[in-house]
């Protein structure tokens, strides 16, 4: 009787036992989970902020769409314009015989200049800082030249502001491909730490390509 006792007692500590290890190992799963759980959180921000950034990243693309366009017109617009100067300037090679003008002819000189000038100007082929220039007669400005070798002077003018709105225009293509750069890199980040943050909550991960803004162009050399 008393080792059917003795052995009733060890089998029921030895359960307990049992019991207390199962518990044990129990509780940090089921902590484990409790856990995992509200990572969805951090997903649904992540991903919302990816959203964001892929707004952000394709108006940054459109933006540096239209300064490649920028530059291809500022560019078209010197070509016409270094085009019209030589042709001038070629006209204007055959020498002219030196006389004696008289007041009322220099006096029409000195209009023709400012006309065509001001005609220039209001076509936006010169700034108003070259305008001031020509009105003051400062440089090589002088009103008593001959008409055609004011229009050949002029047009000179008109490249240099022509080709000086094409340097402009492709730093503004290279500042608006920098900027592209960056939007693309920040969603490329933002969507990695979404598919991270999934994989390791075990959902289904879903990642759509971004495109890699390309290199812009390089600047066209200007022969002047």
Known sequence: MFIVETAITIWMVLLVAVAAVTAFFAVPRRSARAVALPAAVPIDERALAAERAAE????????????????????????????????????????ILKQRRTRAELADRERNLHRIATAACRRRELSIAQLNEVLAHRGMWNPRR?????????????????????????ELERQAWQE??????????????????RAQAGRDVRCQQQWTPARPAKAR????
């Open 56 to 95: 952000v990243s394709r108006r940054r693309r459109d933006d540096w769409v239209r300064a490649q366009e920028r530059v291809d017109a500022t560019w078209a617009e010197f070509d016409a314009a270094d085009r019209e100067a030589r042709r001038v300037t070629a006209a204007a090679a055959f020498p």
């Open 146 to 170: 001959h008409p055609v070798a004011q229009e050949a002077a002029v047009r000179a003018a008109v490249r240099e502001h022509r080709f000086a709105a094409y340097r402009a225009a492709t």
């Open 221 to 224: 050399l200007a022969v002047r």
């Open 180 to 197: 592209a750069e960056r939007a693309a890199a920040t969603l490329r980040k933002l969507r990695a730490e979404v598919v991270t943050v």
